[in-house]
């Protein structure tokens, strides 16, 4: 099954579940509209290339569409229109006024020149300067994508309307309009959330032995923060393999090492002499089956399925990346007593800080970081509790309360338009 079928699938079940009525889930199995465009760039050698974008724009019945903009070889239109319903229950369940969108490029981001890589990034804006805009669809960085690139789109934008338009994109440059604490958002959200519930399992964070499956700027952060209050991070991959040491690792001297030599090595730091720490290298798939606490895939969907589920032994995921588990494992988890914080609340920290961007450009306003991270505390602490309230009066897992929650709030959005009942009685 394609993960866009996987995605709806999910959907409906969980949306019947909760008692969403059948129309809102009908309105919400297909996407408002998807743009697909080819994207000419000049190489460095003088030859054009033709690339391909999407960008959808799931449904807007509670703001503008939001959502980032991935650059990935594996990207396909049914994978942005996935991506794009996650972030439609995201930004509801964040109780944010926004839709969900996504948008992505097919291509290898590491096989282009900083120089051909404005020129895609730009193409890729010329192309969609009719779907985005500040109340249309914003949107924002994503896997491989980032600061850099948000500029550039949003310099592209600005010079085709001959008008500055900050809110046109999230995530970009403090310089021009980004907001602080972005960068950081997605890991800080996640760390977040993760401190709720381990407030709930009565966790000892010195206890905890966490395995992180992705390295990049959300698995970072958040694997900071949690090493910063004691948890054990053993285990750390990014694409190119895993490291385990029972030990723990050092989050900031793996993240330096992997900035300066690009790939993943275990080092240990004492002040600055750094020395190479004993671990051992396992496989990624390796990694997700640790017999660990804690349990974050931070990197693509998909990678617990069917196939490994049944061999996952921690008992906590936490799903940073979107979509890391597919539907078809959602069962097998749950007859593990495996309990998952969906990634639509546990990942949902960047589009937040990406909504007090956004507000910030319209304000012509800058909020102080601490204002930032105090605002993020706070409406991730609200979407929490909401979906903590549901788990427990209705008895159900996180990820079917979070989309309740969240479900029931577009519902009642696109039912103020009037109802079935209201159009054949006059009332409802
Ligand atoms: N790409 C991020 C996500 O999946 C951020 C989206 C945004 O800030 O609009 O949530």
Same mark, same amino acid.
């Given at each position: ?60 019945? &509670? @703001? ?5 903009? %991935?650059?990935?070889?594996? !990207? #396909?239109?049914?994978?942005? =229109?996935? +991506? ?95 907001? &602080? @604490? ?5 890991? %800080?959200?996640?760390?977040? !959330? #993760?401190?709720?519930?381990? =407030?709930? +399992? ?227």
């Amino acid at each position: 099954m394609d993960v866009f079928k996987d995605a709806v699938s999910r959907l409906n079940r969980l949306g019947m579940e909760a008692g969403i009525d059948l129309e809102v889930l009908q309105t919400l199995n297909y996407p408002e509209q998807t743009v697909t465009a080819a994207l000419p760039v000049r190489m460095d050698n003088g030859r054009t290339e033709i690339f391909v974008g999407h960008r959808c724009r799931f449904n807007s019945a &509670l @703001g503008p569409t939001k959502g980032g903009i %991935r650059y990935h070889p594996g !990207v #396909t239109v049914e994978e942005v =229109q996935a +991506l794009a319903l996650w972030m439609t229950i995201k930004c509801s369940l964040a109780n944010i006024p926004y839709g969900g969108g996504k948008g992505g490029v097919t291509v290898d981001p590491k096989s282009l020149s900083p120089m051909e890589l404005e020129r895609l990034s730009r193409s890729y804006m010329r192309a969609m300067v009719d779907v985005v805009g500040p109340c249309r669809d914003i949107p924002a960085p994503d896997v491989y994508t980032n600061a850099r690139i948000m500029g550039w789109m949003a310099d592209e934008y600005e010079r085709i309307k001959r008008q500055k338009e900050p809110g046109v994109i999230t995530g970009k440059p403090i310089e021009l309009g980004g907001s &602080l @604490g972005r960068d950081e958002a997605t890991g %800080r959200g996640a760390y977040l !959330v #993760t401190r709720q519930l381990a =407030q709930k +399992l009565n966790w000892n964070p010195g206890d905890i032995r966490v395995a992180l499956q992705g390295f990049g700027n959300a698995g970072y952060h958040v694997a900071r923060l949690l090493h910063a209050d004691g948890y054990r991070i053993v285990a750390v991959s990014d694409s190119q393999g895993a490291i385990y040491s029972e030990k723990g690792f050092d989050v900031e001297s793996l993240y330096k090492y992997k900035q300066e030599q690009r790939k993943l090595e275990a080092v240990y730091c004492e002040g600055s002499v750094c020395s190479l720490q004993e671990h051992q290298r396992i496989s990624n798939e390796e990694l997700l089956e640790l017999d660990v606490d804690l349990l974050i895939p931070a990197a693509l969907e998909g990678v617990i399925n069917e196939s490994n589920a049944s061999r996952i032994k921690a008992p906590v995921i936490v799903e940073v990346a979107n979509g890391p588990i597919d539907s078809g494992a959602d069962a097998l988890l749950e007859q593990q007593g495996i309990q998952v914080l969906p990634d639509v609340l546990a990942n949902a920290g960047g589009v937040v800080v990406s909504y007090f961007e956004w507000v910030q450009n319209r304000q012509g306003w800058a909020w102080g970081l601490e204002q930032v991270r105090e605002r993020l505390q706070e409406t991730l602490a609200e979407a929490f509790d909401n979906m903590w309230q549901v788990h427990k009066d209705e008895g159900v897992p996180l990820r079917n309360a979070a989309y309740a929650v969240a479900l029931r709030r577009i519902s009642k959005a696109i039912s103020s338009h009037g109802t079935q009942e209201y159009f054949q009685n006059g009332e409802g």
